[in-house]
Antibody, heavy 120, light 106 residues
Framework: QLQLQESGPGLVKPSETLSLTCTVS??????????WGWIRQPPGKGLEWIGN???????YYNPSLKSRVTMSVDTSKNQFSLRLNFVTAADTAVYYC????????????WGPGTLVTVSS | DIQMTQSPSTLSASIGDRVTITCRAS??????LAWYQQKPGKAPKLLIY???TLQNGVPSRFSGSGSGTEFTLTISSLQPDDFATYYC?????????FGPGTKVEI
């Protein structure tokens, strides 16, 4: 059974960089059939797609966040990561990592999510 | 970019009701439309993909239909476990977008 788990600081100061890692277990991140994605959800609000990355390292970002986002993949550790620069209070959210199926374009496995609060 | 809307934003229903949620896209996204169920404090759960294909393990009371710019999620007979928020999600040209959500409440 595939499992994803987010990890990283729960508190980030304004203007600093938010860094999260998603560890995949029960399957390989080295898959030509899948993307690996980040989605966030501010408290009480809806879901926002941040970006997807292919096992080869090719990323696709939400245009509204593209200038601040970097995603990377480490196939040796079966992990992929998110960096979001210059954070503000508006970036406070639960951040989810998820697997995306290339041929059907949906997200089928999700991590439990991790709350990141931006505050001084 | 493609914009997604969902209606209604909130839906009040009773056990056994037939419930329909609509998702509209600003341009055609067919057939790349998925539906998710989310309960408080939990990650979203995939229900439907490719507009009408039921994900393995999802009860058959859930169904999806539609094409082009208008899609629907139907719950044929609402059960206590179905009170949740439902999101649609589209894909177009390497951009994935979620709808704003529909909360189904008692």
């Amino acid at each position: 059974q595939l499992q994803l788990q987010e990890s990283g600081p729960g508190l980030v100061k304004p203007s600093e960089t938010l860094s999260l890692t998603c560890t995949v277990s029960g399957g390989s991140i080295y898959s030509s059939d899948h993307y690996w994605g980040w989605i966030r959800q501010p408290p009480g609000k809806g879901l926002e797609w941040i970006g997807n990355i292919y096992y080869s390292g090719i990323p696709y970002y939400n245009p509204s966040l593209k200038s601040r986002v970097t995603m990377s993949v480490d196939t040796s550790k079966n992990q992929f990561s998110l960096r979001l620069n210059f954070v503000t209070a508006a970036d406070t959210a639960v951040y989810y990592c998820a697997r995306n199926i290339e041929v059907t374009t949906n997200f089928d496995y999700w991590g439990p999510g991790t709350l990141v609060t931006v505050s001084s | 970019d493609i914009q997604m809307t969902q209606s209604p934003s909130t839906l009040s229903a009773s056990i056994g009701d037939r419930v329909t949620i609509t998702c509209r896209a600003s341009q055609s996204v067919s057939p790349w439309l998925a539906w998710y169920q989310q309960k408080p404090g939990k990650a979203p759960k995939l229900l439907i993909y490719k507009a009408s294909t039921l994900q393995n393990g999802v009860p058959s009371r859930f169904s999806g239909s539609g094409s082009g710019t208008e899609f629907t999620l139907t719950i044929s007979s609402l059960q206590p476990d179905d009170f949740a928020t439902y999101y649609c999600q589209q894909y177009d040209n390497y951009i994935w977008t979620f709808g704003p959500g529909t909360k189904v409440e008692i």
